[in-house]
Each structure stands twice: as structure tokens, then as C-alpha cells.
DNA sequence: CTATGCTATGACCACATTGGTCAATTTAAT
DNA sequence: ATTAAATTGACCAATGTGGTCATAGCATAG
């Protein structure tokens, strides 16, 4: 794969937004390559069909949401709240380059079992020893120090709460910022999300 | 509109469940009419075209969230977590004859501008005297008590926390009930609620 | 200057699907 | 038996599909 950068991730995407838009019998190659401005050869040269394109997509997508994530988290963190601020700034890190990333990710598993099989993707990096269930897992709870909890009776209730409310957070406030069409202003997001974070910690710890 | 109420609901689920999986023009009128089991003369015959029963679709959807919320709706309810459980249970029973309902009305909501403009919809309702906009802020805080919150600094926080955590509690159980297939248990899903909306409460009043 | 090899084009293909029609048939009511 | 409404599905032109390929541009090397 020799092409220059800029235009592969051109190329990449409009491939992941006619695919997180549209289930994968339906998402159309033409669009792909009208919206990415190349032409249809050029696309099936390097990609050769379209499965073979959904299936780099998969990989490509499940590699950059990895490598982000698990190169930029402080492992050493034991404070949730800030864990789940650092994967949330993550995932916004990420959507700046491809914008509709995680779309893509959630059209995925909406496939399972369809034409494009998303647990293919997953044994691929099993037998990689990429256990990728267990790894998201382990973002939640590795080192998390859960005694600061004032109750300890319902600590699974709370952190799926703050969990849930991180991630609203984003989906609520990323639909108006895309509606206004602005680039997203971190520092701001950042600021309201400590916010929330806090009215939470008070209630909780 | 004399055709019976079963095979109507049979031909407006199967269309909810075709416009919620795809955008307006991929959406597809064979799929309903071979899902609905009927024939596609039937369908044009009773509805004119697609454009025309996309717009049936949308009142008929907008008026059953209506009718159920505002019907079940105890308005001298006080309490605020109450008061959103109330509207979770008026969702969750709604879905129970149309699935698929919710799903459309968010896919309602991306159509705007597109081919199926949804803010039709909205200002036919505000002829008829019904500010869609107003209700739904009403339903969080007419007759609410929110001196109760410890923390009076930040109860628009709050709020949405409470919000987000039903929404999600919905998405995620429900998505877990319809991919084991099974019908869903109310009176188990309501004590799961009530567990996160106890800690919610403990935590803010 | 030619030759080689990669990047890139877009007209073109056979085929599938689209929204919609309509003459014909079944069903129900009088 | 007659009429009217309900229902069918073969059919249509139009559009879109994934994919191909002969051709062209362009750079580097001899």
C-alpha cells in the first residue's frame, strides 16, 4: 500500500462513512469514490472488491481505536473518574482524523452474522493473542482503586452511571457540534465534561 | 382507512421496522410489502406511494408517543426520578406492539432536510395547537420538586444524569432482551431500574 | 529519446432493484 | 345475480449495482 497518506485516509474516510450509514448491502462503491474523488478504477486496483475494502476497513478501524487507547492511558490511574475521562478523550482524539470512526465500530457489530461478520475481525486478533473483549474490559478495571466508593454495596451500578454518562456526554453534545458544523473546541468540551464528572464524584466518593 | 387493525399494524410495522434499517431512498417498498405479507398493489392502493406513506408514518408514530405519554403521564407527580420512570415504562410499553417505533423516530430525526424532512411533521403538530418542543421539556419539570437535591448548584447536571442513565439502561437491556429473542420481562426489568435509580437518589437528594 | 512500470481514468457491462401501474381475479355485500 | 371493493403479481422504464479494462498520463532509468 504505497499510495500517498493523505489520499488513502481520503479514501478511507468516505469508506467509513458510506459504511457507519449504511448496512453493507446497501453502503455503494460509487459513493465511495465520488465522495473520496478518485475514480471507480483506482479503488477496486488497490482494494480489489468491496469485501476485501470492508474487511481492511474492520481491521484498520479496530487497530487505530487500539493502539489510541492503549498507547495514551495511564495504566497507573486508580481513580475511574479520570480513567473514564482518558478513554473519552481518546475516542474524541480519534474522531477528529476520522470522524464517524466509531459509527463505523457500532455498524460492525450490527453486521454480526450478516455478509460481513464482525467476530471474524475478533478471532483474527485472538490468534494475534489480542483477546479484544477482555482488553475492554480490563480499560475499566485495571488498578482502579474502588474502595473510595461512599457505598460499596452498588460500585457496579455507579460505574456503569458514570460510564453511561460519559458517554452521552459525547453523543449529545457531538450531534450539535456536527449540526453547527464547527470543529469541535476541546478545551470547552473538556471544561463541561469536568463538570459532570465532578457532580458525580461529590455524589459518589 | 377501513382495512383491519391487524393487518394495518402488520403493514405499519413492517414499514416502521424497513424506514428505522435504512435512509429514506434506500428504504425499500418490496422488502415492506413481502415482510407485511401482502401484495405491492395493496400497498399503493391503500397508501399512494412511498412519500406518502413515509408522512402517514410519521404522524401515526408521533401520535401514539403522544397519546401513551400523556395518558399515563401522573402529572402531580413530584418526584423527579418518579416522573422519568414513569416515561421509561409509557417507551417500553409503546415498543411492545411497535418494536421498532423509537428506532424510527430517531431515524425521523436524521431524515431532516433530507427527502423526509421530519420538521413537517413538527409544524403540522403546531397548527394543531401542540408544540412538540414545549411537551417534551414539560415532561421533566412541570410540578417537579428540586428543592429535594443536596446539591443545589448543579441540578441541570443532575438531571441529565438521571436521563442518560434510564435512556441507556433501556438501550442496553433491551439490546441484550432482542438478541436472546426472548419477550420482555417487565416486572424484572422495572426492579433492575429501581436499583440504579435508588443509588441516583441516594447519591443527589 | 525510448522503454518500462506504476498511478489513474471513466466509459462500459450484465445484472439486480427501484417505485409504481393496471388488467385481472377473488371476496363480500346486497 | 350484480355490483363494488379488496387483492393480486406480472410488468415497466429508469436507475443503480459491483466490477472490468483499454487507455492515458507521468515519472524514473538506461
Redesign the interface.
Known amino acids: 500500500m504505497k499510495l500517498e497518506p493523505e489520499k488513502r485516509d481520503r479514501i478511507i474516510n468516505s469508506a467509513i462513512n458510506e459504511f457507519a ?3 453493507y448491502n ?1 453502503a455503494s462503491t460509487n459513493n465511495i469514490v465520488k465522495n473520496a474523488g478518485i475514480s471507480k478504477g483506482l479503488l477496486f486496483h488497490y482494494f480489489g472488491s468491496k469485501r476485501e475494502l470492508y474487511e481492511y476497513l474492520s481491521k484498520f478501524v479496530i487497530k487505530k481505536l487500539f493502539n489510541e487507547v492503549n498507547e495514551t492511558l495511564n495504566w497507573e490511574q486508580s481513580d475511574i473518574f479520570e480513567r473514564l475521562k482518558e478513554i473519552a478523550m481518546a475516542k474524541l482524539r480519534l474522531s477528529q482524523t476520522y470522524p464517524l470512526l466509531f459509527e463505523f465500530v457500532i455498524s460492525m457489530f450490527k453486521e454480526q452474522g450478516g455478509p460481513a461478520d464482525f467476530n471474524a475481525v475478533v478471532e483474527i486478533y485472538q490468534k494475534q493473542g489480542i483477546n479484544i473483549k477482555e482488553l475492554f474490559a480490563k480499560f475499566y478495571s485495571y488498578n482502579i482503586d474502588y474502595s473510595l466508593f461512599k ?1 460499596q454495596k ?1 460500585i457496579g ?2 460505574v ?2 458514570i460510564r ?2 460519559i ?3 459525547g453523543e449529545e453534545k457531538s450531534l450539535v457540534l456536527i449540526k453547527e458544523e464547527e470543529s469541535i473546541d476541546f478545551t470547552k468540551m473538556i471544561a463541561m465534561m469536568d ?2 464528572i ?3 464524584r ?3 466518593y
Open positions: 450509514k449504511y448496512p446497501s457505598d452498588n451500578a455507579m456503569d452511571i453511561w454518562t458517554e452521552k456526554f463538570e459532570y465532578d457532580v458525580l461529590k455524589a459518589f
